[in-house]
């Protein structure tokens, strides 16, 4: 796992780049977590935390253990690099989240970068379910994400992305995102995306082969046998595909399990959440929503 992380710092500069700056201090965080079964419950077994990144573990009666991410920092922007690493032991359950949205500024030079990686044993189970990012106005901000699940493992995922906030007045009118996934399953790849937008974020948006104007977006992916079954309940909270920027929600058999992927957009983050919430509930099971989460 220690390939979580060690982005390389010689990235081309962020074409929203201005002139020459002096030099800033830049976020740097690493955390890992190790957790396993021991006991007939899922327990912390190694926490490692350096400069922003802090990971807070809630008291809970039973499993799945849950997680929470803090960027002490406060957001991040042009230059700051901050990485993730969460490995679930066999049979072991695990939910993680953040303690708030991550906020992504303005880039003077350089782009944000976050890199996460998951890693679920024999029988485990991991549920990904960090609180929305929001992109503000120019900037440069690259995600990856890397899941390796064993054979039998199970994992619910989610990434979501405000482009702005209107009820603050904010939009995203230009920038750059790059988000890409990989996801393994008992070695072999079943999910890869890669999602780019930029220069001009607003006009790309409005098409509809984006979101038709849409400015809040989520993608959620489950890896489980029970995905298909839920196929049907899923589609029934994004409500009807056929209307532009709503979404939609689709399922693959993989090996001996299957794959559940769907996509939600809306005009903002509070009608964002009116579907998200219900279909994050759906999908984790009874480990429902994390705590932290509120409308």
Not at 67 to 93: K, M
Not at 135 to 145: H, K
Request: proline letters at 4%.
């Amino acid at each position: 796992m220690d390939r979580i992380g060690n982005t390389s710092t010689s990235q081309p500069a962020s074409p929203l780049a201005t002139a020459s700056l002096p030099a800033t201090q830049r976020v740097a965080g690493l955390g890992r977590l190790l957790c396993g079964k021991i006991g007939g419950r899922t327990r912390l077994q190694r926490l490692y935390q350096d400069g922003s990144a802090k990971i807070r573990l809630p008291a809970v009666q039973g499993d799945p253990l849950e997680a929470v991410l803090i960027n002490t920092a406060g957001g991040l922007t042009g230059g700051d690099r901050l990485g993730w690493a969460i490995e679930v032991g066999a049979d072991a359950s695990a939910s993680v989240t953040t303690q708030a949205c991550e906020k992504v500024y303005r880039a003077a030079a350089d782009r944000a970068e976050t890199s996460v990686g998951l890693r679920v044993g024999p029988g485990g189970r991991i549920a990904w379910l960090p609180q929305e990012t929001i992109l503000f106005d120019r900037a440069a901000f690259a995600r990856t994400l890397d899941v390796d699940l064993a054979e039998d493992a199970e994992a619910l995922i989610l990434e979501a992305t405000l482009f702005g906030r209107l009820a603050m007045g904010e939009r995203t009118l230009s920038g750059s995102f790059h988000d890409r996934w990989r996801v393994r399953q008992g070695g072999a790849l079943i999910h890869a995306e890669d999602f780019r937008i930029g220069l001009d974020i607003a006009a790309t948006l409005r098409r509809p082969a984006a979101t038709g104007g849409a400015l809040a977006v989520a993608t959620l992916l489950l890896v489980s046998p029970q995905a298909e079954s839920l196929l049907e309940p899923a589609r029934a909270i994004i409500g009807d595909s056929s209307i532009s920027g709503r979404g939609g929600a689709s399922f693959w058999s993989v090996g001996r399990s299957g794959k559940l992927l769907a996509r939600l957009c809306a005009g903002d983050g509070y009608q964002l959440r009116k579907r998200l919430v219900p279909l994050v509930e759906l999908l984790n099971g009874r480990a429902g929503l994390p705590k932290l989460w509120s409308l």
